[in-house]
């Protein structure tokens, strides 16, 4: 395409790379676990996603118990982190499971298998979509747990011009693709930085949740979104590429290796109240899992475990917590997004975000 006509745009690329229907990285396998390339908090501890189910069966009970409600997932991975949350509430709050309409919005093939399986002992019929607008209409709990960083990305450099959008083209040599700027600045961009400075504009991840922010306005519910990012990213670059659990070049082999970015999580704070949503946290995932009760959950479960297996159930869910300068504990952010008449969600103080 290149070759063909010309450079194109950072979000473009991303978008053939990750969803191109044939050649498309999510399209074309399972990207998770030891034999792929990244591993998320789902599939390091259980207590991930019983904690999730939990919480959200406490906000079905504060939205008045509405029967059917819509349980919609947005990127399911495997099925992992709902098989778990569905074990979870169905001990714990079975009027919940029974009152569950679950929509699981997955445009893989090969995870829409694997979920397949994984829920097929749940006793909870899934429906699928390709987007998340086919979801019916109605109350709703939304989980995104990694969504959000793996929408297209616009890039823009500053340049004594202004700020030139990135595009990705071809080396002089024609053998590789290489990241260069439109030769015309894009007006209306009001942040000023030195020359060189990366503005990251979101705008798939903005409309995102701009649609997802205007149901929960409209019919109740609550989104709640568990990323990798900042509360603020500010003029950096945060484009990356993992394969085989490393990081990669992004240009280096497309449709072969994940690609993400951080999410601005002030960003989408503002895209959801102005789609008439109320905000909660964000807060660290540290925090979040802490005041849910991982602590007293993995120690429950250690108490029960085989010697043998002991350590790892307590190794596993220190991982989760973990909130050193790299750990996840403190580079994931958990968001809540809901309608205008939940003033509380658990263990989501409200937002200290301004829109």
């Given at each position: 395409m290149i070759a063909q006509n010309g450079p194109i745009p950072l979000d473009r690329y991303m978008a053939l790379c990750l969803g191109h229907p044939v050649h498309g990285y999510y399209r074309t396998r399972d990207p998770l676990g030891a034999s792929g390339d990244f591993t998320t908090a789902p599939e390091i501890s259980q207590i991930f996603g019983e904690l999730i189910g939990l919480w959200a069966a406490e906000v079905w009970h504060a939205m008045g118990r509405p029967a059917?409600?819509?349980?919609?997932?947005l990127g399911p991975g495997r099925g992992t982190l709902m098989a778990d949350a569905l074990r979870a509430v169905s001990t714990a709050l079975p009027a919940f499971a029974e009152a569950i309409d679950l929509h699981l919005v997955e445009t893989s093939p090969v995870l829409r298998r694997a979920q397949a399986a994984r829920l097929d002992a749940a006793g909870v019929p899934a429906t699928w979509h390709e987007a998340a607008g086919t979801v019916p209409d109605g109350p709703a709990l939304i989980l995104a747990n990694e969504f959000f960083d793996a929408l297209p990305v616009?890039?823009?450099?500053?340049t004594a011009q202004g700020w030139c959008e990135r595009r990705v083209g071809l080396a002089?040599?024609?053998a590789r693709l290489v990241l260069g700027l439109d030769p015309d600045p894009t007006p209306g961009l009001p942040a000023t930085a030195g020359t060189g400075a990366i503005l990251t504009l979101p705008s798939v991840a903005l409309s995102e949740m701009r649609r997802l922010?205007?149901?929960?306005?409209?019919g109740g519910g609550a989104l709640l979104c568990v990323d990798y990012g900042e509360v603020q990213l500010g003029l950096t670059d945060t484009?990356?590429?993992?394969?085989?659990?490393?990081?990669?070049?992004?240009l280096a082999a497309p449709g072969e290796a994940d690609l993400t970015a951080?999410?601005?999580?002030?960003?989408?704070?503002?895209?959801?109240?102005?789609?008439?949503?109320?905000?909660h946290g964000p807060v660290t995932q540290a925090e979040f899992l802490g005041a849910l009760g991982l602590a007293q959950r993995a120690e429950r479960l250690a108490a029960r475990a085989r010697p043998d297996q002991a350590g790892a159930v307590t190794e596993a869910a220190a991982r989760l917590v973990d909130s050193?300068?790299?750990g996840m504990g403190r580079l994931f952010k958990v968001l809540g997004v809901s309608g205008p008449d939940l003033t509380h969600l658990p263990a989501l103080p409200s937002s200290t975000l301004s829109a």
């Open positions: 059917p409600c819509r349980l919609v997932e616009r890039q823009f450099e500053r002089p040599d024609g922010a205007g149901r929960l306005a409209r484009l990356q590429a993992v394969r085989g659990h490393r990081f990669a070049d992004p951080q999410v601005d999580f002030g960003a989408l704070a503002r895209a959801a109240v102005e789609a008439g949503a109320r905000l050193s300068r790299t």
